[in-house]
């Protein structure tokens, strides 16, 4: 078990949002999670993974100088 589990408060810290978005996440089955009795708890692996898959990368442009507006 090398993996880190995270309460809801401590993601949400991570994200920079409220609890209510990891929450919403976990509600939705968006995001990997492991209940422990009553609570809920988000391997930190899933929490990279989420990102990760969730991560936009600018598109690259062929012929080298940007265009600016004048």
């Known amino acids: 078990m090398a993996d880190r589990?995270?309460?809801?408060?401590?993601v949400a810290e991570l994200l920079g949002t409220t609890e209510r978005f990891p929450r919403r996440?976990?509600?939705?089955?968006?995001?990997?999670?492991v209940k422990v009795g009553r609570h809920v708890r988000i391997p930190e692996s899933a929490l990279g993974t989420f990102i990760e898959a969730h991560t936009i990368h600018p598109i690259r442009r062929s012929g080298g100088a940007l265009r600016?507006?004048?």
């Open 25 to 33: 996440l976990i509600a939705e089955r968006r995001i990997v999670f």
């Open 5 to 10: 589990y995270l309460t809801v408060a401590q």
């Open 68 to 70: 600016t507006a004048a």
